[in-house]
Every structure is written in structure tokens, then in C-alpha cells.
């Protein structure tokens, strides 16, 4: 192999890296242009300090009208509560984490379980008049979809864990706790806040 050949296979190497990583970005391109096909126009995204604002309010609404803030985590406590009390009651009712979410009588007479279920309806809603209802994987043009879901499944439980020690999630915590100057709500928010930059900065490789 003479010299010449030796120095233009690392550049053709990299011209494939660079070849495949528009391949990608091309691809994500095309998923987000097929959201506007048969001659919809895709509405762009709202904005985020309006969108802060409204949640401000919604969060006001709630207090006025449910008597209870905002929150997430509770209603999957309470569905895995009442599952385990359907399967196993004896075992529920004597495991005090599950009988604390089993106080509002039923799954649908739960005020968090009932908050979840609008958010869902909400965001259909929302996605079906912005004209963005799809089905497809959010990720980065270097990752597969295998590990992006892997990675939000861990993510995910490790949320989960963390809302279960901090006895609140973001919503209930930092929106709820935040709004009724809790100090452990407010040190709720920097940690969470100062955890996500560090893993964002560890993990940008994977949406670049």
C-alpha cells in the first residue's frame, strides 16, 4: 500500500462518518416533514414563557377549584396501590406506603389519577390540532432506537425512584411546593435543575 493510499482511507473514513450522519439527519428531516404532508401546515412549537405562564395559572385553577395543587407520581402510586389491593389485599393493606394511596376509595376517585388522565386527552388534543400526531422515536442523529428507549426507561425509574425519596416529582414538588414557598421544594428544584445540566453535558453526545 503506497503512502498516498495510507493517508486517504483515515479521509474516507470520514467522509463515511460524515456521509451516515446526514443520512440521519435527513432521515429525522423527513420524519418531521411527513407531519405536514397531504398539504397540513405543521404549527410550530408554543412558546416557552407563555406556555410558563399558563401552567402558572392552571396550577391556580387548581387550588381554586380541586382544593389540591398539581401532580404526576402520585397517580402511579396510587394504579400500583389498587393493583396490588385487587391481587393481594392482605398485603396492601398492611404495607403502610400502599394504604396512604388508598384513601381515596377507587382509582378514578383519585385527584392526581384523574389530572393524569386529562393530561393525556390534553396532549392528544394539543398534538391533533398543531398537526403533529405521529408515532416515532425522539432521538439524536448518532442513536439508534433500541438504546433511546433503554435510556428513557432507566431514566424514567430512576425518576421514579427519586420522586418516591423526595416524596414528590417536579409537578408536586417544584410546582405545587414551590408556589407555597416550601424550602424543601425550592431545594427540591436546585438540585433537580443542577442534576440535569450535569447529565445533559455528560450525555450531548447522543443528540448531536
Request: glycine share 12%.
Amino acid at each position: 500500500m503506497s503512502a498516498r493510499e495510507e493517508v486517504q482511507i483515515p479521509r474516507l473514513a470520514a467522509l463515511a462518518r460524515d456521509d451516515s450522519r446526514a443520512t440521519a439527519l435527513a432521515r429525522d428531516d423527513s420524519r418531521v416533514a411527513a407531519l405536514a404532508r397531504d398539504g397540513e401546515r405543521v404549527s410550530p412549537y408554543a412558546d416557552p414563557y407563555l406556555a410558563g405562564v399558563a401552567l402558572g395559572l392552571v396550577l391556580l385553577a387548581s387550588f381554586v377549584i380541586a382544593g389540591r395543587g398539581l401532580g404526576a407520581s402520585g397517580a402511579f402510586a396510587t394504579a400500583a396501590a389498587t393493583t396490588v389491593q385487587r391481587v393481594a389485599p392482605d398485603v396492601a393493606s398492611r404495607n403502610e406506603f400502599l394504604a396512604t394511596h388508598l384513601d381515596a376509595g377507587g382509582l378514578l376517585r383519585d385527584w392526581l389519577v384523574v389530572e393524569i388522565l386529562g393530561v393525556v386527552i390534553g396532549g392528544w388534543c394539543s398534538a391533533a390540532l398543531a398537526g403533529r400526531l405521529a408515532v416515532r422515536v425522539e432521538r439524536g442523529a448518532r442513536t439508534t432506537v433500541t438504546p433511546r428507549l433503554w435510556a428513557a426507561g432507566a431514566g424514567g425509574a430512576i425518576m421514579g425512584a427519586g420522586a418516591v425519596l423526595a416524596r414528590g416529582c417536579t409537578s408536586g414538588q417544584a410546582l405545587t411546593g414551590g408556589a407555597l414557598l416550601s424550602v424543601g421544594a425550592w431545594l427540591f428544584i436546585a438540585a433537580a435543575f443542577g442534576a440535569a445540566y450535569v447529565v445533559a453535558f455528560v450525555t450531548r453526545g447522543s443528540w448531536t
